[in-house]
């Protein structure tokens, strides 16, 4: 097992990278927790598969479970209806602020329950336990939990960090290839930031071809320790952390553009391409580093690239949240393991848009 420790200045707590820790989660909750009561939040596809499992953990250890809330599926679910539902469900069952909220599933897990915690009794603790890859190299580590408005993803949240993060890389035998495909782009991206060594192992070995639990559990361990790292210098997102947005910019544009119809990893994926070939066209970076990028990015069978028109990326790139006046924040690859922060004017953007495709 990987322990990776996150110091946070709001909350240190450790992430436990390994196979076969869902059966031992309730040993490892006690440790931080000690024996207070505890609630699963999990949704309709994950609930069934490892709820009971978890629970029963929970109990062997001597923890009070004090139930279970199961919201559906999907990003359908994080809205500010599905969370006010979760918290009455917590006040009904007269959680504490000893207690634990244990959100048990992906991304959109994470972020329910992570709210949820936030914001009851004015916070109260949190143990991520991730199934997917995205939730387990991305969304559990570093404390951002946010739902959906009409206006746009992620419009209302907290930085809210947990107590401890268990990832048991044995849950993700049951994702689904395409989703654990899309969710490489962002393994991808972790390794353009800081790992140069990783994104060529990566593309000698695409991870959607060797899903053994010793690749997985040393391949979600880098990537933790990459966004440990970003999260303990920069928890607010003040500077550093807007690195993590790389291949976003134009990922998100790629995305609504496209209705979410296609993956959230595949639009960095195809985002991240974009702004590599247009940071070589403007001497940024090297020919060879978006070259570099490019091949990893298919070795995963993901995008490299996107049919969209400029002038619709653009309508929806100018709009981004990382917009300032007349400029935005993009993320540029110097070269492989050193990124920046580039604020650009909306004519640069283009440009850089426009010769990236
Ligand atoms: N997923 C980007 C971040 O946590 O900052």
């Not at 004090?66 to 919201?71: K, L, Y």
């Not at 393994?187 to 070995?205: C, E, G, M, Q, R």
């Not at 639009?267 to 970076?285: D, E, F, H, T, Y």
């Amino acid at each position: 097992m990987e322990q990776i420790h996150v110091a946070t200045s709001s909350r240190p707590y450790d992430v436990l990278v390994g196979a076969g820790l869902l059966d031992h989660i309730g040993e490892l909750v006690r440790d931080v927790t000690k024996l207070g009561r505890c609630c699963v939040v999990t949704e309709t596809n994950v609930g069934p598969l490892y709820a009971d499992r978890v629970e029963a953990a929970l109990g062997a250890a001597g923890l009070d479970v004090v139930g279970r809330i199961t919201f559906p599926a999907g990003e359908a679910s994080k809205t500010l209806a599905t969370l006010g539902g979760i918290l009455e469900d917590l006040a009904e069952r007269e959680l504490t602020r000893d207690d634990v909220v244990v959100a048990l599933g992906g991304g959109v897990t994470g972020d329910m329950g992570g709210l949820a915690a936030a914001l009851y009794l004015r916070g109260i603790k949190v143990v991520q336990v991730p199934t997917s890859l995205l939730a387990m190299v991305d969304s559990s580590v570093g404390g951002k939990t946010a739902v959906d408005l009409t206006a746009g993803k992620n419009l209302v949240g907290a930085f809210w960090q947990p107590s401890l993060v268990v990832a048991d890389v044995d849950a993700l035998a049951t994702v689904p290839p395409e989703l654990f495909r899309d969710s490489c782009g962002e393994v991808v991206k972790h390794a353009v930031l800081a790992d140069a060594d990783l994104l060529d192992t990566l593309t000698a070995h695409p991870l959607t071809e060797s899903r053994g639990a010793a690749t997985l559990v040393d391949v979600v361990a880098r990537n933790v320790r990459i966004k440990r790292d970003v999260v303990v210098a920069d928890e607010r997102e003040g500077g550093l952390r807007q690195t993590l947005n790389l291949g976003h910019t134009v990922g998100h544009a790629i995305e609504s553009a496209s209705d979410f119809s296609l993956g959230h990893g595949s639009c960095v994926a195809a985002g991240l391409c974009v702004i590599a070939r247009g940071s070589a066209a403007l001497g940024w970076c090297s020919v060879q580093t978006a070259g570099r990028i490019e091949r990893c990015v298919a070795a995963h069978g993901l995008p490299t690239s996107t049919e969209l028109p400029t002038d619709l990326l653009m309508r929806y790139a100018a709009h981004d949240k990382k917009r300032h006046g007349a400029a935005v924040n993009v993320v540029v690859p110097r070269e492989v393991g050193r990124c920046e922060v580039r604020c650009v004017g909306l004519d640069d953007l283009r440009r850089l848009i426009d010769l990236g495709r």
